[in-house]
């Protein structure tokens, strides 16, 4: 970052850090953050070759390429691992959280800024435990859910299960001390005149996922250190022939689970808001509609994990409950829909390539949410648990909008971050190459699980190859689109310079204020916000 | 004259044994088509309101789709920087936000109100004319007739190589369950080792089978014929490999079955034995 160095240099007299120093022991929230997005970028080049492997094992009826099937089943547990919490975790939250929530509050750093590098370092090691797991002993090959028995020392010998669950005790720990520093920093360390209700929806999506991670992380913490006795220390917490249930377990693990998939998607919400307000060049619609359907949609997500868990055999009045209780989070969540629609409504558009990725995610979010409404449904859910509709379902809402609101972000701020502009063409055929890609790759698999396709096997019965070679064909192509990114992030290193505000008066909040790319301090005089516009 | 009344009766008497003969060998085949878009056909009363009901949720969820489609397409032309080079500045519009609050609240609720009808009539039923227990193992079921005398036997997959004329790949076993049609059966569910899950998309059954618990639904198989599904939990490396096939009889020829199962699977002990050479052949399936 030998830009942001220089601009250093004009604000300071004492020299920067060493290399060392800098990178390694940081205590600078902009550094940090681009560290996450590293290690954001390592892992989904890994848990994207691993997804690659396995479409390429689906595109045909029987098995051509991978005949172990207990590895088969570690890629599938990987990939899942590797996405959710060394993707698109680490980007959205340590990435552009930490880069630009104290910038948007006026703050110069984020509360507790060594903890910051501690939440950092605990990652990349727990990122190093799960790459470990996978490849000592036979592998985790249990799923990401880690369901015993199958997960217990009879039926996963060895240490590649307690590996993978140490990896997440660190990653868990990593994102716990992250959500304090976040709901410090936010409460704490806003300029003068910025209220709550007039910070950038982008800061109150990180709260809100702040608080989700804090409520919802320990009780995966117990739950696997409860795992990890049954495997190792002779207790037998979820072991039934000695009077413990394997369904604790599940209530456990989706407790945390539900919650945690609102925790991937809130921070993409977010970054959705600022785009589109930016490029439509209009205040978002609704502010405090926006920030109380995000809260709405927190709250009410720790109270129906057991939809993940309607085939387990609970009550039928308590599955009664838990569709209701789904069905309502479609209300925040259409709130927020249209209040989107109503930002661009009679605004004035301009199609730069964040404004495409905020467009495609508003879009493929609400077909995702669709079919998550067919699940909510018990009696519905009957025919499709367990099938290839679910995972149509969750990667549309995580594969597809979630990524696609993560490049909306990158290309929105990497002129601040780097201080160079990427490359606009190029971009834009990447942007229509991925959008394609991914909508070949999961359209297919709804009619998979129509057709009664069960998820999680390397080989399937011959009526179902129409569609899984459709599919693995639209992997090649996100495959393309992917590879296209990683040529743009490297272009965009030798990119024309972005001047401080690159996106115009519709960019009005506190980042782009300050120079690209960022002074490595800013914000050392706090800017006063009372009486300037509110974020409403 | 009598010519043609003896002609009458050996068509009459042709197309009665020809109707026998159809009704016998008028077994339905239920398992998924290539490029199947949608549902197996529904073959029983569950899986027909359960089909039924998700036919009006993608409805519901189509036009929604569809709608706010339709709305980012007029946005993106009409109000594009071009079109519109002077953006409004309004950010509220408290009839608007009423509305797209509460018509969804509508709407979810003439969802849920089928919904949970249909989630109460397939949970269990009240008037069983019979029950089979069915086991999970790694990586084969097992099959009990309590009010069968127990009668009970495994039923394995068929590895690829030996698979017989017309047996489909991935779907066949050696026994299939044989369950009589038209009859209300009680399904209790567990099983010897890790979580799997019971499943037959045309009758609409999904349940896990997990050890320590004994998991209670029912079916009504409408049709004789023969059903295929697969296990629906992750269960160890052959999970795609213990299919699931429902055998469903016509009442007498079910009873006929029942006299001759006992008989054949009257020496559990060797079916027993059998089991680990049986297990290693299931782990080499391919």
Same mark, same amino acid.
């Given at each position: ?122 990652? &990349? ?28 020392? $009879? %039926? ?45 929806? +982008? ?29 190792? +220390? ?26 945690? &998939? ?24 609704? %502010? ?15 109270? &129906? ?12 009045? *308590? ?18 829909? #249209? ?12 199609? $730069? ?57 990158? #290309? ?56 899984? %070679? ?23 290193? %030798?990119?024309?310079?972005? $001047? ?8 009005? *909040?506190?980042?782009? *204020? ?23 | ?12 008497? =042709? ?6 003969? /159809? ?34 949720? /993608?409805? =519901?969820?189509? /036009? ?93 997959? =068929? ?29 209790? /569910? ?97």
């Amino acid at each position: 970052m030998a830009n942001t160095a220089e601009a250093h240099h004009d604000d300071h007299d004492h020299h920067m850090p060493g290399f060392f120093t800098r990178w390694f022991c940081s205590t600078n929230h902009k550094d940090i953050g681009t560290l996450y997005i590293l290690v954001s970028f390592i892992a989904a080049i890994i848990g994207g070759a691993m997804s690659w492997y396995i479409r390429l094992e689906l595109a045909a009826p029987g098995i051509q390429y991978i005949d172990d099937f207990q590895f088969y089943n570690v890629l599938v547990t990987a990939h899942g691992f590797l996405m959710v919490f060394f993707v698109v975790m680490p980007a959205m939250i340590g990435g552009f959280g930490n880069w630009f929530v104290p910038l948007m509050i006026g703050a110069p750093d984020m509360a507790f800024p060594r903890m910051n590098n501690i939440s950092l370092w605990l990652l &990349v090691a727990g990122f190093i435990l799960l790459l470990l797991s996978a490849v000592i002993g036979d592998g985790p090959g249990t799923g990401w859910t880690v369901y015993p028995p199958l997960s217990s020392q $009879e %039926y996963q010998p060895g240490p590649s299960v307690d590996l993978g669950i140490l990896s997440l005790h660190l990653a868990g720990a990593s994102s716990i001390l992250g959500a304090i520093n976040f709901i410090v920093t936010i409460f704490n360390m806003r300029a003068p005149g910025m209220t709550i209700h007039r910070m950038p929806l +982008f800061v109150w999506a990180i709260l809100i996922t702040a608080f989700l991670l804090l409520l919802a992380l320990p009780v995966l913490a117990g739950a696997l250190t409860m795992l990890l006795t049954d495997r190792n +220390f002779g207790t037998a917490f979820f072991v039934p022939g000695q009077g413990g249930d394997p369904v604790l377990w599940q209530h456990l693990f989706w407790f945390f689970g539900h919650p945690e &998939v609102y925790i991937i998607i809130i921070p993409a919400f977010g970054i959705v808001s600022q785009i589109v307000s930016t490029f439509s060049n209009k205040p978002v619609f609704g %502010y405090l509609g926006m920030a109380y359907a995000m809260s709405a949609i927190g709250v009410v997500g720790f109270i &129906v994990w057991a939809h993940h868990m309607f085939t387990i055999g609970f009550d039928v009045s *308590t599955r009664a409950y838990f569709t209701a209780a789904t069905m309502v989070i479609a209300v925040p969540t259409g709130v927020k829909i #249209f209040s989107w629609l109503a930002t661009m409504w009679g605004g004035s558009i301009k199609f $730069e390539v964040p404004m495409l990725y905020a467009l495609g995610f508003i879009f493929l979010f609400v077909v995702g949410g669709v079919t998550g409404i067919t699940l909510a449904n018990a009696s519905a859910d009957l025919v499709f648990h367990d099938t290839y509709f679910v995972v149509a379902h969750f990667h549309y809402v995580m594969a597809i909008a979630a990524i696609l609101a993560m490049f909306a972000g990158y #290309f929105y701020w990497i002129g601040k971050m780097c201080g160079r502009k990427y490359p606009r063409g190029m971009a834009k055929l990447q942007f229509w190459v991925f959008f394609i890609g991914v909508n070949v790759l999961f359209f297919p698999q709804h009619f998979s699980g129509f057709a009664g396709m069960p998820r999680r096997i390397p080989d399937y019965p011959a009526p179902y190859e129409g569609w899984n %070679y459709v599919s693995s064909l639209g992997a090649l192509i996100t495959m393309i689109g992917t590879i296209l990114f990683f040529i743009i992030v490297w272009r965009t290193f %030798y990119g024309e310079e972005a $001047e401080a505000n690159e996106w115009g008066e519709g960019a009005t *909040t506190l980042e782009w *204020t300050v120079a690209s790319p960022a002074p490595w301090h800013t914000h050392e005089l706090l800017p006063d916000m009372t009486g300037k516009a509110p974020a409403e | 004259m009598l010519k043609r009344l003896f002609a009458a009766i050996a068509v009459v008497a =042709v197309g009665v044994m020809m109707s026998a003969d /159809l009704a016998m060998a008028e077994m339905v085949e239920m398992r998924s088509k290539p490029w199947q878009l949608f549902f197996q056909e529904p073959m029983s009363p569950t899986a027909e309101k359960v089909y039924d009901f998700n036919v009006f949720l /993608l409805w =519901v969820e189509g /036009l929604i789709t569809i709608f706010v489609l339709g709305l980012m397409a007029y946005i993106c032309i009409k109000f594009n920087a071009k079109a519109n080079p002077k953006p409004s500045k309004t950010t509220h519009n408290t009839v608007l936000e009423v509305i797209w609050t509460g018509l969804p609240i509508l709407i979810l609720i003439i969802i849920a109100i089928p919904s949970l009808k249909i989630l109460y009539f397939v949970d269990k039923t009240q008037d069983a004319e019979m029950t089979l227990k069915v086991i999970g193992n790694q990586w084969y079921w097992t099959y009990e007739y309590p009010d069968h005398d127990g009668l009970t036997f495994d039923s394995y997959p =068929v590895p690829d190589d030996e698979l017989k004329e017309g047996q489909p790949r991935l779907l066949s076993v050696d026994n299939p369950v044989v369950l009589p049609a038209n009859t209300n059966i009680r399904l209790l /569910l567990s099983s010897n080792d890790v979580i799997h899950n019971w499943a037959m998309p045309s009758l609409a059954i999904k349940l896990d089978t997990t050890p320590g618990r004994i998991n209670e639904t029912w079916t009504h198989i409408n049709k004789p014929g023969n059903y295929y599904g697969m296990c629906s939990e992750l269960c160890g490396v052959n999970h795609s490999f213990m299919p699931i096939h429902i055998k469903a009889l016509p009442k007498t020829e079910f009873s006929n079955w029942l006299a001759k199962a006992k008989k054949e699977f009257a020496t559990n002990e060797t079916q027993k034995k059998d089991a680990p050479v049986r297990l290693a052949q299931a782990a080499t399936a391919k």
